[in-house]
């Protein structure tokens, strides 16, 4: 499957490392390398992670990673899967 990433998540991938490199550049560096890897990998197995909380629908899956979830949609009638965004977890929300 072909992964896309929405213009929302660039937007926020972006201002998300760019606070990370505040403090470290490495760190931000290693953030968004870990990060790609990990998103590159859902096209093996896209419902490796939970079904959203958020939504109804089996195809939008939520994935963790260090706290942030990245949710994403599964469109198997054009064989990709769409990134939608990334925000930072929070606890009832």
């Not at 937007?11 to 590159?40: G, N, T």
């Not at 109804?56 to 769409?82: A, C, H, T």
């Amino acid at each position: 499957m072909k992964i896309v990433k929405s213009d929302k998540y660039l937007v926020q991938l972006k201002v998300i490392v760019r606070f990370i490199a505040l403090d470290s550049p490495f760190r931000a560096r290693k953030f968004k390398q870990e990060l790609e890897s990990k998103v590159k990998s859902l096209d093996n197995f896209p419902y490796k992670y939970r079904k959203s909380i958020h939504f109804k629908s089996e195809q939008i899956r939520d994935m963790i990673f260090l706290g942030y979830v990245i949710p994403y949609f599964v469109d198997k009638s054009n064989n990709q899967i769409v990134v939608i965004g990334i925000v930072k977890y929070q606890d009832g929300v």
